[in-house]
Every structure is written in C-alpha cells, then in structure tokens.
Antibody, heavy 126, light 107 residues
Framework: QLQLQESRPGLVKPSETLSLTCTVS??????????WGWVRQPPGKGLEWIGS???????YYNPSLVSRVTISVDTAKNQFSLQLSSVTAADTAMYYC??????????????????WGQGTLVTVSS | DIQMTQSPSSLSASVGDRVTITCRAS??????LAWFQQKPGKAPKSLIY???SLQSGVPSKFSGSGYGTDFTLTISSLQPEDFATYYC?????????FGGGTKVEIK
C-alpha cells in the first residue's frame, strides 16, 4: 500500500525558506508513470496546487508561486522535496504531498492525484 | 488559468438522501476532472478521475458525470460517513485548479 509522509518543520520565520520532504513507501519515485506533487490549504480555506515533479526532471509550478518554489526529487532516498522562499504569513497552511498519475494526451501531459499524504501544518510567524 | 466554480457552497441533507454537487469550468476541460472528499482535520481523499471513473476502493454510491465545462458528483444514498467537504479539480492544463468546495452537512 502506497504511503506518503511529510516531514514536520512546524514553525518558519517570515522571509525564511520553508523546506518540506515527502517520504514515499510502497511505491517508487523513479517510476515513469507518476509525478509527485505538493498541494496546500490555508486554515479554513480551499486547496491550492503548488507544483509537481517527474523523476526524469520535468517540473510544473503554479505561476502564482513560481518565483519562490523549487521542487526536487531524490530517487535514492525515495523522497521528494518542496522549498518555498521568502515566506510570509500568507504561506501558513497545511501542506500535502501527493502522487499524480501521468497521462499523455492531445493536450499534452495530464496528471491526476490518486494518493495524498496526511499533511503537515506549517505556520509562518516570528 | 481555468476557474472552477462549485455549487452549492454548502448543503444540508439527511441520511439516505440523494445528493448532487455541480462543478463548472471557465473553459472546456474535456473529461480531465477529478473529485475529492475531505473530512475535518484529514487529508483529501481521491474519489473520481476522468470525470466518471472511480478510484480504487471507492464505493459505487459515488458517481460522476459531465464533459467540457459542466460536471456533477452524485452520492446515491447519503450515509453518516459521507458528511464532508467535496472539491472538484481540473487537470487538463496547468496550473491545476480546484473548485472552492461544497460542504455537505447533516440536516
């Protein structure tokens, strides 16, 4: 059974960089069939896709965050990571990692979420 | 970006009721539409992909339909464990975008 587990950074100070890691068990980050992504949810609000990565290096980012986001994958450790720089209170949220199935269509790459991690709360505060 | 609009934003229903939630895309997304269920304090759970295909292990009381811009999620007979917030999401194009959610509450 696939399991995704986010690391727990907890509290991050304003202007610093948020760093999260998702450890994958029961599956492989080096599978060509999947992307690995991050989604966040501010307290009491809806879901926002942050970005996704394929082990081959292909990445997609939300344009609203692209200047501050880096997603990377470490297939040797079976992990993928999120870095979000210059955080503010607006970045306070539950952060979820997710597996996304890859498809190739006439529209290009499509990726849909099939598994989610349990989430980790990140609070930005001094 | 493709905007996803769900209606209603909340609804009250009784156990055994048939419930339908609507999701509208600001432009056509073909059938690249997913539905998720989220219970309070929990991670979302994937229910449906490709507008109408059930994820593995999801009970058949959930069904999805639609194509292009208009989609529905139906719960055939609402049970206590189905009270949650439901989100739609398009994955035809980047950025991936979610609807604002529909909270299903007990009447």
């Amino acid at each position: 059974q696939l399991q995704l587990q986010e690391s727990r950074p907890g509290l991050v100070k304003p202007s610093e960089t948020l760093s999260l890691t998702c450890t994958v068990s029961g599956g492989s980050t080096s599978s060509s069939s999947f992307y690995w992504g991050w989604v966040r949810q501010p307290p009491g609000k809806g879901l926002e896709w942050i970005g996704s990565i394929h082990y081959g290096g292909s990445t997609y980012y939300n344009p609203s965050l692209v200047s501050r986001v880096t997603i990377s994958v470490d297939t040797a450790k079976n992990q993928f990571s999120l870095q979000l720089s210059s955080v503010t209170a607006a970045d306070t949220a539950m952060y979820y990692c997710a597996r996304q199935r890859k498809g190739i269509t006439v529209f290009g790459v499509v990726i849909d979420i099939d598994y989610w991690g349990q989430g980790t709360l990140v609070t930005v505060s001094s | 970006d493709i905007q996803m609009t769900q209606s209603p934003s909340s609804l009250s229903a009784s156990v055994g009721d048939r419930v339908t939630i609507t999701c509208r895309a600001s432009q056509g997304v073909s059938d690249y539409l997913a539905w998720f269920q989220q219970k309070p304090g929990k991670a979302p759970k994937s229910l449906i992909y490709a507008a109408s295909s059930l994820q593995s292990g999801v009970p058949s009381k959930f069904s999805g339909s639609g194509y292009g811009t208009d989609f529905t999620l139906t719960i055939s007979s609402l049970q206590p464990e189905d009270f949650a917030t439901y989100y739609c999401q398009q994955y035809k194009s980047f950025p991936l975008t979610f609807g604002g959610g529909t909270k299903v509450e007990i009447k």
